[in-house]
């Protein structure tokens, strides 16, 4: 499974982005997918997670603000960030994986950069 995230970039605080991860080869394997954040410093976290098909979930920090999405025809999931805060600011990474968690990703992307002005 290959995962290239892209949608990445500068927005001033209260401005919106959408990422995108476009999947490829053996995605019928994959029962999980989300994406996590790495900022400066801290650790990486989970922020936001879709498990089989259905079942969403959000870091508190984010709910009411992110969305994630999937377009099955495209391969392609979605992070929707909207009222964006300059605490936002991470580089954020697509992740799968073969069970219905995503706490110990199978697969990473290669990571988008994600930047909040205040």
């Known amino acids: 499974v290959q995962l290239v995230e892209s949608g990445g970039g500068l927005v001033q605080a209260g401005g919106s982005l959408r990422l995108s991860c476009v999947v490829s080869?053996?995605?019928?394997?994959?029962?999980?997918m989300g994406w996590y954040r790495q900022a400066p410093g801290k650790q990486r976290e989970l922020v936001a997670a879709r498990i089989s098909s259905s079942s969403t979930t959000y870091v508190d920090s984010v709910k009411g603000r992110f969305t994630i999405s999937r377009d099955v025809a495209k391969n392609t999931m979605y992070l929707q960030m909207n009222s964006l805060k300059p605490e936002d600011t991470a580089v954020y990474y697509c992740?799968?994986?073969?069970?219905?968690?995503?706490?110990?990703?199978?697969?990473w992307g290669q990571g988008t950069q994600v930047f909040v002005s205040s």
């Open positions: 992740a799968a994986q073969r069970g219905f968690s995503l706490r110990v990703p199978d697969f």
């Open positions: 080869g053996s995605i019928f394997s994959v029962n999980a």
